[in-house]
């Protein structure tokens, strides 16, 4: 794990823009506000901040205020033809639980890793370590007969993760259940509305 660095707000003037760390696609930093500790996050798709730890109520610290960061672009139309490719595969497929993670390989262009079938829920593999950080986009996994929701299993595996997470359910349907939510690492989530990302 990369060491993170943690930055003062200034009181005055501007803050450093955060840049990605060599080699990588993405950029972490902590941010000391005056209002607490901010984990600021960006990659090709995605620039937030993230309060991680507020201050004690009636006690701003000594620095700088931070003006929420929230940029999300996602690439709508190359993630729904993810999904429904990732559909007919898992139709096929008879293990309670398949995956696929996709890399955004241009703004609006998603690119497929290997269709993983498995017999075991309790197994979560990502078999994808060349793909540089802040390149993987999205995470999708089916749990086939069973609905979609995330569980305990999804939880531990999406805990570290920057990504966006599609658990599919009801794969046989003939529209299938799907839920989202973006993972901002360190166990904090946004749930995404995906109810119109199926489109077959
Ligand atoms: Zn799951």
Known sequence: MLP????GVPLIGALEPLEFTAGTLMGVRY???NNGLWREIRTP???ATVHDLPSPPKKPLPFGALPPIFSLQLPREAIQTAIASFVRLARQDSACESRQDFRLSSP?????????????QATVTHAYDDWKRGEWLLDIHSHGHDRAFFSSTDNQDDNHDIKLAVVVGLVQ???PEIVARLCLGQGRYLDVDASRWWTS
């Open 4 to 7: 993170i660095p943690v930055v």
């Open 31 to 33: 941010l000391l506000a």
């Open 45 to 47: 798709w995605l620039h």
């Open 108 to 120: 609006d262009t998603l690119e497929p890793g290997r269709f993983e079938g498995s017999s075991s």
């Open 173 to 175: 349907q003939v529209a």
